[in-house]
């Protein structure tokens, strides 16, 4: 590693106007640590309270009574305070920018104004549905306004969204429906993306085959292409939206009713829908928004993330808008119609933060900086990164090529059940280490433990697991329908605390630098996947036996996925075999789950009672096989070596 990364960065000239300084960060921690209540009951204030609680915290990290509430007696209404509370001052200020796929088609401009009555007529669709209070709606959109639309209007009347992201498959989406309980899933007739079209309504049909026939379907006719319909199943949202009244009150709603559910992958089972409520999640998501990207009046902010992950709910639509921000949406990729495109959308709306994943600053630095040159980016102020730890070549790339050394760069740890940035750097007040999140945001309280003793970690030079031992107002309240599991996922491993499932190291200076996560979740380009789902797929296939699936280091992505497979006696290991399981597991589960290296196995490792070593595998994968450690308690040692033999090569 060169000097250059391990070494601080000041905080660049200009920021002497930012709205936490130096001075301020230390002191406000403390505040954040000493009094919570004080801190959280005087940031809960940047909401709007039809009733204004007079409790703030109320949390039990008790294994066997894990209870997390936060604002609990106050009544809000989320999208009141996205959109509502915003016209007096901004009705005609942009809320959205739309930036299509294809660089030909017109942006959109769509004002706080046009927000409200889009989100009012799709609320009272929804009501015209059947869709209640506390009901799901299932979202399965690409990035275009109308999936914002859909959250604000589900929070408007108080049903609870789960998004699905739109690269899932329709098995996947099936499940979601099913686990929810959706009542109506949202979504368009097709969807472009880096010139091509995914058909979405068809993804929706198949999906639905599996699902309660009393499940509706909103479609939003979005680019016009044919599409099956189904009489009396299926509503064209768009031309409903013009047949309702313009306005929808606004439901009154506890701190603590969801929000929504968003499934993520664990190291076990199928994915678990994460549970987010309104006020606590809400406040975090605002504050944080609005200090890490140091955002000020009048700014243009852009991530790049979908609105399938939490953090296109949290910073694009949820953080931003409740701060009356522009956030940009962005249709398409970074790659199309070439790889300048990120820059050329910076340049034509004068972008001034812009948070994005490090896979994809990788991916753009393989292409050369002329791309990135091409372009007038003196606009931005602030770069973010997120999804995985950001290597030091890319964030020295990121600082040159794109900031020109003037922009601060935040790299924010957080996860979808943390609902908002957890340890991060504050652009005007966190001098910066390239790698390293920094340091903890208010009220976050890391602890360092020893993952086998699980001992805390005093003082600094430190390695460990990253736990939580407090709560804060952002994080998940449950797993939905499923109390126990949430508990025993997080709370059980280290008594008292949250667990993260990710390793750190706390260096000299306090700093924290994440190494990943220690359990069975991999991170692919950002996006987390459990081995245990994309082993599920490939056993569901005829001809495997038995498959064991383990992340290696990929350049591009962070994480590739790697497959041993068993196949069933007298099946032959052929190229087209391959071909086929790829393409069932994207069926399965989505493009995202494809194995990038599927290695025929004869044999797994296996302790004497029949358990897979995956320690071994991982080490294998990684061409790692000089310390695979023990193994003499497998049951035939012999397997190893074939493995070995045979592994994939990826350099
Ligand atoms: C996992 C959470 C919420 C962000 C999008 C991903 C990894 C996330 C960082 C970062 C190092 C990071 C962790 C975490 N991760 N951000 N800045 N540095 N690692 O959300 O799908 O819930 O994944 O992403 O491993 O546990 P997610």
């Not at 068809?202 to 009393?214: F, G, R, V």
């Not at 306005?247 to 993520?264: G, S």
């Not at 694009?316 to 959308?345: C, H, K, Q």
Request: charged fraction near 20%.
């Amino acid at each position: 590693m060169s000097v250059e990364a391990i070494s601080r960065h000041p905080i660049p000239a200009g920021f002497e106007n930012a709205l936490v300084k130096p001075e301020d960060y230390a002191r406000l921690y403390a505040e954040s640590m000493n009094d919570p209540d004080g801190f959280w009951g005087r940031e809960g204030k940047r909401l709007d309270w039809i009733t204004p609680y007079s409790k703030v915290k109320n949390t039990d990290f008790t294994m066997g009574k894990v209870s997390i509430k936060w604002f609990e007696d106050g009544v809000l209404n989320v999208a009141v305070n996205c959109i509502d509370r915003h016209l007096p001052t901004r009705a005609n200020q942009t809320a959205i920018i739309f930036e299509p796929d294809d660089p030909n088609q017109p942006a959109r401009h769509i004002s706080y104004a046009e927000l409200s009555d889009k989100v009012n007529r799709f609320a009272n669709v929804l009501l015209s549905q059947g869709v209640m209070r506390g009901d799901r709606v299932v979202i399965y959109l690409p990035m275009i306004p109308e999936a914002a639309y859909a959250m604000l209007a589900c929070a408007r009347i108080g049903a609870i969204h789960s998004v699905v992201f739109a690269g899932f498959s329709p098995d996947a989406l099936a499940n979601r429906i099913n686990d929810s309980g959706a009542k109506v899933v949202i979504t368009c007739d097709t969807a472009p993306r880096g010139g091509r079209r995914t058909p979405l309504k068809s993804n929706t049909d198949a999906a639905l085959l599996h699902c309660s026939d009393k499940v509706r379907c909103l479609v939003v006719k979005h680019t016009g292409d044919q599409t099956t319909w189904i009489q009396g199943r299926d509503v064209d949202v768009l031309a409903q939206m013009e047949e309702v009244a313009p306005d929808c009150p606004p439901r009154p709603m506890n701190a603590e009713d969801p929000l929504f559910i968003l499934y993520t992958s664990g190291s076990t089972g199928k994915p678990k829908g994460v549970v987010h409520t309104s006020g606590g999640y809400l406040c975090y998501a605002a504050m944080t928004h609005e200090l890490v990207f140091d955002y000020h009046e009048g700014d243009v902010y852009w991530c790049t993330a979908d609105v399938g992950w939490v953090t296109g709910h949290s910073y694009i639509v949820y953080g931003p808008l409740a701060n009356g921000a522009t956030t940009l949406m962005f249709e398409g990729v970074p790659s199309y119609p070439d790889a300048g495109r990120f820059w050329a959308v910076c340049e034509k709306h004068k972008v001034n933060q812009f948070y994005t994943a490090p896979t994809a600053i990788r991916s753009l630095m393989g292409q050369g900086p002329e791309w990135v040159e091409k372009y007038d980016l003196s606009s931005l102020r602030v770069l973010g990164t997120v999804g995985e730890p950001i290597n030091p070549e890319a964030w020295v790339w990121y600082d040159h090529h794109v900031g020109k050394g003037r922009c601060p760069i935040v790299d924010t740890f957080w996860q979808t059940e943390t609902g908002g940035h957890m340890i991060t750097s504050l652009p005007g007040a966190i001098e910066t280490k390239p790698g390293s999140a920094t340091l903890p945001f208010f009220g976050v309280k890391p602890v360092v433990l020893d993952p086998s003793s699980a001992e805390v970690q005093e003082g600094n030079g430190v390695e460990g697991v990253l736990c939580f031992s407090d709560s804060w107002p952002g994080q998940m309240r449950t797993i939905w329908g499923d109390h126990p599991r949430f508990m025993e996922t997080y709370f059980q491993q280290y008594p008292g605390n949250y667990f993260t499932g990710d390793g750190c190291r706390r260096d000299a200076d306090g700093y924290y630098w994440i190494t990943g996560r220690v359990d069975d979740v991999i991170n692919v380009s950002g996006h987390r996947m459990g081995t245990a789902e994309v082993e599920s797929a490939l056993v569901a296939h005829e001809k495997v036996a038995e498959a064991a699936v383990v992340g290696y280091p990929h350049n591009l992505k962070g994480q590739g996925i790697y497959a041993y497979v068993t196949l069933m006696n007298g099946i032959e290991p052929t190229d087209e075999l391959r071909k086929e399981l790829e393409a069932w597991v994207r069926t399965e589960i989505g493009p995202i789950a494809k194995p990038d290296l599927i290695q025929w196995a004869p044999g797994l490792p296996k302790t004497r009672s029949g358990k897979i070593m995956r320690r071994i595998l991982r080490k294998i994968a990684e061409n790692d096989f000089g310390a695979l450690g023990d193994t003499s308690t497998l049951s035939d040692p012999a397997v190893v070596d074939e493995l070995i033999a045979n592994r994939q090569n990826h350099g």
